[in-house]
T-cell receptor, first 109, second 114 residues
Framework: AQRVTQPEKLLSVFKGAPVELKCNYSYSGSPELFWYVQYSRQRLQLLLRHISRESIKGFTADLNKGETSFHLKKPFAQEEDSAMYYCALTGFGNEKLTFGTGTRLTIIP | DTGVSQNPRHKITKRGQNVTFRCDPISEHNRLYWYRQTLGQGPEFLTYFQNEAQLEKSRLLSDRFSAERPKGSFSTLEIQRTEQGDSAMYLC????????????FGPGTRLTVL
């Protein structure tokens, strides 16, 4: 079975402070991990994925297979980062995405 | 707008009625997915199509649910004899169809069953 755990439902961070959104997963094969973001009144959109190893909007995420984690980080939070963030998992030969329950990030001005 | 589109955006129905939702994927995308999202949860996979073939269905998809993609383009999701527990956001996504493609989501259809 595959599972994604986001332990924090809510996270508030001051503008300019570092951000870390936690994601842990359970998967028997070789996983591909994603972070999706949903801004207010907008559709779910891809923020970044492990395989591309990009930094998007200042966010990065490192896949740690030993700790089965894919935490999302940003060194300096901005007000426009306030949104709902979902970690998601899939794998080779497995087309569906399994999502975590999401973390609502609020940046305090 | 060349993204995934879904219609209607909102649907209110009475328990026991049938409802149908439509999803139009990004035009060159071969794969189409349906997810359901309830309050406080992440999206949960329902089913997906590769062109017109329905290749996987979740156990969440009871006999009252049926999905089609007759010409490999748009898809419909029908719920028969709706129940209050069917109230949710129904999301559609599409992808090219390669190995571990990025899925692009539509705005969703919010269903409320009274």
């Amino acid at each position: 079975a595959q599972r994604v755990t986001q332990p924090e439902k809510l996270l508030s961070v001051f503008k300019g402070a570092p951000v870390e959104l936690k994601c842990n997963y359970s998967y028997s094969g070789s996983p591909e991990l994603f972070w999706y973001v949903q801004y207010s009144r907008q559709r779910l959109q891809l923020l970044l994925r492990h395989i591309s190893r990009e930094s998007i909007k200042g966010f990065t995420a490192d896949l740690n297979k030993g700790e089965t984690s894919f935490h999302l980080k940003k060194p300096f939070a901005q007000e426009e980062d306030s949104a709902m963030y979902y970690c998601a998992l899939t794998g080779f030969g497995n087309e569906k995405l399994t999502f975590g329950t999401g973390t609502r990030l609020t940046i305090i001005p | 707008d060349t993204g995934v589109s879904q219609n209607p955006r909102h649907k209110i129905t009475k328990r026991g009625q049938n409802v149908t939702f439509r999803c139009d994927p990004i035009s060159e995308h071969n794969r189409l997915y349906w997810y359901r999202q309830t309050l406080g949860q992440g999206p949960e996979f329902l089913t997906y199509f590769q062109n017109e073939a329905q290749l996987e269905k979740s156990r969440l998809l009871s006999d009252r649910f049926s999905a089609e993609r007759p010409k490999g383009s748009f898809s419909t999701l029908e719920i028969q004899r709706t129940e209050q527990g069917d109230s949710a956001m129904y999301l559609c996504a599409s992808s090219f169809g390669g190995v571990i493609d990025t899925q692009y989501f539509g705005p969703g259809t919010r269903l409320t069953v009274l």
